[in-house]
């Protein structure tokens, strides 16, 4: 079993739109989550942290469940500018090692 | 504000050839460095991380090294390339508010 395991895709939506992604862990001793935003060719880059109480900026939501070792990105009001790969991370070894899962694509349409 | 480098930006080389590539990081101290890999539409392989000058931890038996000659420098290297080794190898640094990426060599072996 991975580590971080993401629904590949792709999501394909139209502008406006409302979407979920999920992601499951296996180390339920896992410290910090995170969801990474990577375009194309790019370098990922930090999109925000998750928190066991959830946390918002803006049109993301992040969303933490320990019991059932999930974390999850709601997307509203999609952009054509929010096209890319959303990569969950986690933490282990007391934060010193960060494991990616493979990423999720997300395709917005006008 | 911390920043990350990384060069070259992009890499060709035969099979056989060394690689050498650098990593500095600006405006932060004793940092956790670490190098990832990524294969064309694959997610991210950690393959080294150091949480201090001389200390490297090793995630994937292959024919790559690190070294951390200096605090803010980080190195990734491999005496003979092989076809695999093609991807785009990513520097990153463990800040409080979560992992940051410099902006990566595609390197190509041919």
């Known amino acids: 079993r991975k580590e971080v395991e993401q629904d590949p895709g792709p999501f394909n939506v139209p502008e406006g739109a409302t979407v979920a992604f999920n992601c499951t862990y296996s180390?339920?001793?896992?410290?910090?989550f995170f969801w990474y935003r990577q375009d194309c060719r790019k370098e990922p880059k930090l999109l925000m942290s998750?928190?066991?109480s959830g946390n918002e900026d803006g049109r993301f939501t992040a969303q933490l469940n320990r019991a059932s070792q999930y974390i999850s990105l709601l997307i509203r009001d999609s952009k054509l500018s929010d096209s890319a790969t959303y990569l969950c991370?986690?933490?282990?070894?007391?934060?010193?090692?960060?494991?990616f899962g493979a990423g999720t694509i997300l395709r917005v349409k006008s | 504000s911390q920043t990350i480098h990384q060069w070259p930006a992009t890499l060709v080389q035969p099979v056989g050839s060394p690689l050498s590539l650098e990593c500095t990081v600006e405006g932060t101290s004793n940092p956790n460095l670490y190098w990832y890999r990524q294969a064309a539409g694959r997610g991210l392989q950690l393959l080294f991380y150091s949480v201090g000058i001389g200390q490297i931890s090793s995630e994937v038996p292959q024919n790559l090294s690190a070294s951390r000659p200096q605090d803010r420098q980080f190195i990734l290297s491999s005496k003979k390339l092989l076809l695999s080794d093609s991807g785009f190898y990513l520097c990153?640094?463990?800040?409080?508010?979560?992992?940051?990426f410099g902006p990566g060599t595609r390197l190509t072996v041919t």
């Open positions: 991370v986690v933490t282990v070894e007391y934060g010193n090692k960060l494991v």
């Open positions: 998750v928190y066991s």
């Open positions: 990153a640094w463990n800040g409080r508010q979560g992992m940051y």
């Open positions: 180390n339920s001793a896992s410290q910090s």
